[in-house]
């Protein structure tokens, strides 16, 4: 008598039924994630035409108008983010996407003197005849700028972990690199970082593991507190999600990133504006040459080190940071 052999179930087919139901799944999570991001970041800013071009901004509150400038890899929503931060209102906020960043095309500010200028275009459009400026990292060249090129229409300065002078740890004009060196990262790696996908990635995972992204954002001896504290664990969300579609905010960080080494030698001692130097004690040490140089250099300027605090110290010091920067706009305010 034969007896008849059930067939072996087909693992492998199993297997591959079920890691196209994965990618199937994590394919429209990602996809219905970038339009509702997309929709977001479109109906929360305005696009005006000015001289300079068009710039996306977004405007908020009533009262003396403080002008704030994000960092690289930023956006109007970035700037937003700080302003929300102080939670102030007593004064006007305009935050703007510079030139490169999301809505905002690099044609209207290829370099940072360009930049000053659109933004002096923009303030001449909403009639705003003098703003302080808020500006963060990679913001701080074309705040300077502005300070320089339109002293009359800036009142005060803010400097949050802002880039000044490349050179300012006295560091030579050039490097040298040997043959068949280069500094540029392979282009795969440039792609991946700014890519929507690895933005929704990181996001995400913020939300999940938020220890993998929110100790090296702040240090490891902040995280717990970050973590416990809902304000300060909002903050850092909001941080985080200001950093999302990197493919929108890629040409303005490739321009930033070819600007840097070129901003250097400018006059910062004919800065009229009073000036508040924001560092982090943790933060580079490149960045703390840079924000002394402008206290050596700057004559009305005052340097405040924050203990403790990385180059992205606001969802763990904001309750150090905002009434410095509140103090010091209300002590300048027109």
Sequence with gaps: MLLKLKPKPKLGLYLLFGLIGLF???????????????????????????????????????????????????????????????????????????????????????????????????????????????????????????????PSRVWSMVMLSTNSD???????????????????????????????????????VSKWQPRLILSPLVGEAYTDEVLNDPIKNDLYLELIKSFSL?????????????LFPKHTGYPFENIQAPMLILHGSEDASEIYDQQKYLERTVPNSTFVEINGGTHFMSPSHHEVLTPIILDFLEEHKP
């Design 24 to 150: 199937c799944i994590v394919a429209f999570s990602f996809f219905r994630w970038r339009q509702t991001e997309r929709a977001r970041l479109a109906n929360q800013s305005q696009l005006i035409e000015t001289s300079q071009g068009l710039i996306e901004y977004t405007s908020f509150g009533e009262g003396p108008a403080i002008l704030v400038l994000h960092g690289t890899i930023g956006g109007y929503d970035q700037g937003q983010y700080l302003a929300e931060m102080l939670q102030s209102d007593e004064y006007q906020f305009i935050s703007v996407s510079r030139p490169g960043y999301l809505r905002t095309p690099i044609e209207s500010g290829a370099t940072f003197p360009e930049q000053a200028d659109a933004y002096i275009a923009l303030l001449d459009e909403l009639g705003i005849s003098q703003v302080a400026v808020i500006a963060v990292s990679g913001g701080g060249p074309s705040a300077l700028q502005m300070a320089l090129n339109h």
């Design 166 to 204: 490349v050179h300012a740890d006295n560091s030579p004009p050039e490097i040298e690199l040997d043959e068949g060196e280069t500094r540029t990262p392979p282009s795969w790696l440039v792609n991946t970082l700014f890519s929507d996908f690895f933005s929704w990635s990181v996001i995400n």
């Design 246 to 258: 990197t493919s929108q905010r890629k040409v303005g960080s490739f321009s930033d990133g070819a």
